[in-house]
């Protein structure tokens, strides 16, 4: 008599409740952090952060992008969520207690993740966790990390420069931070063309490609890091190339002033983004995956062993 045995279909999870209640609960995170988003969009304001009003939209298209389908989500789970909901909302409060900025800036990123847990358990943590700490690129720098940066930025993009255009065959030496050209031109790089917000603003781009690419984790980690030398590098063309219009077009060049304070900003990033592939092509033609065939086994060695099949029929 065979036995029949009945294997019971997976419990589908629902797909449209967690997002009503993440939509839901993110509102209310939304409401409750609102003076906090007013204050960082007065910030958002000044060029060096501009790229803060476009970080959350690029954190929405990459949670649409990395999306997985819902589980189920036990009760202990959501208990958890709320666990993590909690200790965000006691970081604010430490952080508004004692006037920390930043702290009370970056709570709003564990809260959210709570409420992705809630909405959908640890595996919509896995698919949203990474688009939720992208949010970071939308804090400000405290002040003292901003102003421990921009100064060795400065020097860094004075001195680069200078011994660029020594290279080229001019007449360039530096003086601090300026830049003398020619027949005493002062060219002073400010602290505005340090590269600092070229290096902010092309780091979080190169966090949002690598959660996109699919690439092995080694080379994900090398964008990231090659991000910051090329966006200096990229800061030093624009300082070389505005020293060449000055030279050409005269001292006082209109042209050459609109070029370094506004045009240059919005050729660097394409730049920028050509050298990252080219590095991505790099990479593409000087390592190659192998994949390796499981093994087959040949018709010698199933008579060799004399070993048959079995069968995974009960009777």
């Known amino acids: 008599m065979a036995v029949t045995k009945t294997v019971e279909a997976p419990v589908q999870a629902d797909q449209v409740t967690p997002w009503y209640i993440i939509g839901g609960l993110g509102a209310v995170v939304l409401y409750a952090y609102w003076n906090t988003l007013v204050f960082m969009s007065s910030v958002w304001v000044s060029a060096q952060y501009s790229h803060g009003f476009l970080i959350p939209i690029f954190t929405g298209v990459l949670i649409a992008m990395r999306r997985e389908p819902f589980e189920p989500v036990p009760t202990s789970v959501r208990w958890a969520g709320v666990g993590i909901v909690v200790a965000g ?21 564990p809260v959210l993740a709570g409420v992705f847990v809630i ?12 688009p939720l700490a992208f949010l970071v690129f939308m804090v400000p720098l405290p002040t003292a990390v901003e102003r421990g940066l921009l100064n060795p930025l400065q020097h860094v993009a004075t001195n680069v420069s200078t011994y660029t255009m020594q ?36 780091l979080a781009l190169a966090v949002a490609m690598s959660m996109i690419i699919e690439r092995p ?6 964008i990231i890091v090659s991000a910051i030398p090329i966006a200096l590098l990229v800061n030093v063309i624009r300082i070389v190339i505005t020293a060449l219009l000055f030279m050409v077009l005269g001292q006082e060049s209109e042209f050459a002033k609109t070029f370094f304070h506004d045009l240059a900003g919005w050729f660097m990033i394409p730049i920028a983004l050509g050298l990252m592939y080219l590095e991505i092509q790099l990479l593409d033609h000087s390592f ?16 060799t062993t004399g070993r048959r099949p079995v069968s995974t029929q009960v009777r």
């Open 217 to 222: 984790w080694w080379q994900k980690t090398l």
């Open 119 to 130: 909405g959908g358990g640890w595996s919509a943590l896995r698919w949203a966790g990474a």
């Open 167 to 202: 290279t080229m065959g001019l007449d360039a030496w530096n003086e601090g931070n300026k830049i003398v050209i020619g027949d005493n031109f002062p060219l002073n790089v400010e602290e505005q063309c340090s590269g600092l917000r070229m290096a902010t603003i092309f």
């Open 89 to 109: 909302i006691a970081m604010r409060l430490f952080a508004s207690y004692h006037h920390l900025n930043t702290p009370d800036m970056l709570s709003i990123i």
């Open 288 to 303: 190659i995956d192998e994949e390796i065939a499981p093994p087959q086994t040949s018709s010698f060695d199933k008579k």
